[in-house]
Structure formats: C-alpha cells, structure tokens
C-alpha cells in the first residue's frame, strides 16, 4: 500500500489520464457514445477527444459503430479478460447467484475487497424496484453495505487501520457509519455472528443483507449478499433470508475449495 501512496504523489501524463477517461466513459455507459459525447463528458476540446479517439479506435480499444458512435474494441476486451483474476470465483458463483435471486426475490451479487475498494465481481438483478447499477458506482462504499461490512471485518487491525487511514468515510445518508470506533465495534460483531445487515447506509430505503464466502484456511475471500427495499426488513424476513445465503454460501465454499 506504501507503494501505491508514493506513486500517488507523481504527476501524471494528461493524454493518459484523458484516453483512459474516454474507455471509462464509453465503458461505463449503457449505450455507445459518439465524439461530442465524449468530449462533453470529459470537459475537453471537440478536437482533443477526436484525436483521442483516433488513436484509441486506431489500436482497437475503441470500435467505431456505422451511426458514428464508438463502443469499447477488441483490445479492451482482451486486456479486460486478462486482467479477471476473478474468473473461476465469478463462474462457480453463476447459478448459484441466479437461484439465489429467485429464491430470495432479492438482487443477488458476490462482492470482493481489492486494493481497500469493493468490487462486485457477479451480480444478478431481480425483478424488484430496488436495483444496483452495473457501473462499480459503489467502489468506496465498503463502510455503508452488507458485503462491505463482511468483507472488512475479514481484516486484521493493521489492515483496518490502513484502510481508515487511506479512506474517508462520506456520509451518504443520515445512517451512514462514519465514526472509525462504532465502524470497528459492528465489525467486531459482524464478525462474530458470520452476517451483516445493512439498512439505509448507502442509500435511503435500500438495505442488504451479507454473509462471508470462505477460501483455504477458512478466511473469507468473497462476501454473499442481497440488496431489497428497507420496507421488508424485519426479524422474521432477515432469519429467512439468512437460511438461503448461507444456504448457498456453503454450496459456493464447496465449488472454489475441490
């Protein structure tokens, strides 16, 4: 993490930072954009993002759609690929991630910690209003969900106090833990009773519910967890919930540990 601190303090390339910007961009929306489109979002010249793209569209990270829109290219997918060091956990979680939606009628997704963020590796949406959006809007928000909670309360102290140090606890809501002390004294709970339940932490009227996916050496590598409308939590929706994710938590524990 040392590491990670001391290359913050360099300057950066802007031309890097912009073209990376424009795979963000295109990547993260829900349709190909075109070049105006870009440039708007990234607050640039027309002329800076065109050259940009050029040469992103050039070297196949951008494809270039006949309605002169751009999409992420080839090159982008490949590099993606092979940088999942999540595929195994994310294919042996694919059906189970699916019952347990349709069980549950709850959005389902499995979620790991990776460098001090979170990141939904698999997601399965329900057909509920309460929706998560695919985009990882949520990098930051480890402190204020139930996959989060479990996940943090997997570090030892140091980790803890790194990650404290390294991440401001915004206040998303009235309900958002930011207090570092009442945020160590739930995880010590959390981590006591093998769950966590999160309700309005995040975003008001959502909660979630998260239980621990176990690797080797019994240490949690992943968190299980579902999201739903706040309105049905209660003790008697929370128990039954709980029987179903460590229900197919154990199946999960069982595929990544053969």
Same mark, same amino acid.
């Given at each position: 993490?040392?590491?990670?601190?001391?290359?913050?303090?360099? /300057?950066?390339?802007? +031309?890097?930072?912009? !073209?990376?910007?424009?795979?963000?961009?295109?990547?993260?929306?829900?349709?190909?954009?075109? +070049?105006?489109?870009?440039?708007? !979002?990234?607050?640039?010249?027309? !002329?800076?993002?065109?050259?940009?793209?050029?040469?992103?569209? $050039?070297?196949?990270?951008?494809?270039?759609?006949?309605?002169?829109?751009?999409?992420?290219?080839?090159?982008?997918?490949?590099?993606? /690929?092979?940088?999942?060091?999540?595929?195994?956990?994310?294919?042996?979680?694919? #059906?189970?991630?699916?019952?347990? &939606?349709?069980? &549950?009628?709850?959005? /389902?997704?499995?979620?790991?910690?990776?460098?001090?963020?979170?990141?939904?590796?698999?997601?399965?949406?329900?057909?509920?209003?309460?929706?998560?959006?695919?985009?990882?809007?949520?990098?930051?928000?480890?402190?204020?969900? !139930?996959?989060?909670?479990?996940?943090?309360?997997?570090?030892?102290?140091?980790?803890? #106090?790194?990650?404290?140090?390294?991440?401001?606890?915004?206040?998303?809501?009235? =309900?958002?833990? =930011?207090?570092?002390? $009442?945020? $160590? #004294?739930?995880?010590?709970?959390?981590?006591?009773?093998?769950?966590?339940?999160?309700?309005?932490?995040?975003?008001?009227?959502? +909660?979630?519910?998260?239980?621990?996916? =176990?690797?080797?050496?019994?240490?949690?590598?992943?968190?299980?967890?579902?999201?739903? +409308?706040?309105?049905?939590?209660? #003790?008697?929706?929370? @128990?039954?919930?709980?029987?179903?994710?460590?229900?197919?938590?154990?199946?999960?524990? @069982? $595929?990544?540990?053969?």
């Amino acid at each position: 993490m040392k590491q990670h601190k001391d290359l913050s303090r360099r /300057s950066f390339i802007q +031309s890097v930072e912009r !073209a990376l910007d424009i795979l963000e961009a295109v990547g993260n929306s829900s349709k190909p954009l075109r +070049s105006g489109e870009i440039a708007k !979002a990234l607050h640039v010249s027309p !002329a800076t993002a065109s050259n940009l793209i050029r040469t992103l569209y $050039k070297r196949n990270y951008l494809e270039h759609n006949k309605d002169n829109t751009y999409a992420l290219g080839v090159q982008s997918f490949i590099l993606g /690929s092979a940088a999942d060091i999540w595929k195994n956990l994310r294919s042996a979680s694919s #059906d189970i991630l699916q019952n347990l &939606c349709r069980e &549950c009628n709850a959005t /389902s997704f499995l979620g790991v910690l990776h460098q001090q963020q979170m990141l939904a590796i698999n997601l399965v949406q329900s057909n509920s209003p309460v929706n998560i959006s695919l985009p990882q809007n949520w990098l930051d928000q480890a402190h204020s969900t !139930a996959a989060g909670k479990v996940l943090l309360s997997s570090l030892n102290e140091e980790e803890f #106090d790194d990650f404290i140090n390294s991440n401001p606890l915004h206040k998303l809501t009235d =309900c958002t833990v =930011c207090d570092p002390q $009442k945020l $160590k #004294d739930e995880l010590n709970t959390i981590r006591a009773e093998e769950f966590a339940v999160v309700r309005d932490e995040s975003v008001f009227g959502v +909660s979630s519910i998260g239980v621990p996916v =176990c690797g080797r050496r019994w240490r949690p590598v992943a968190a299980l967890s579902i999201s739903f +409308s706040s309105y049905f939590l209660s #003790d008697q929706y929370l @128990k039954r919930q709980l029987v179903l994710l460590n229900k197919y938590r154990r199946e999960l524990e @069982k $595929k990544i540990l053969r």
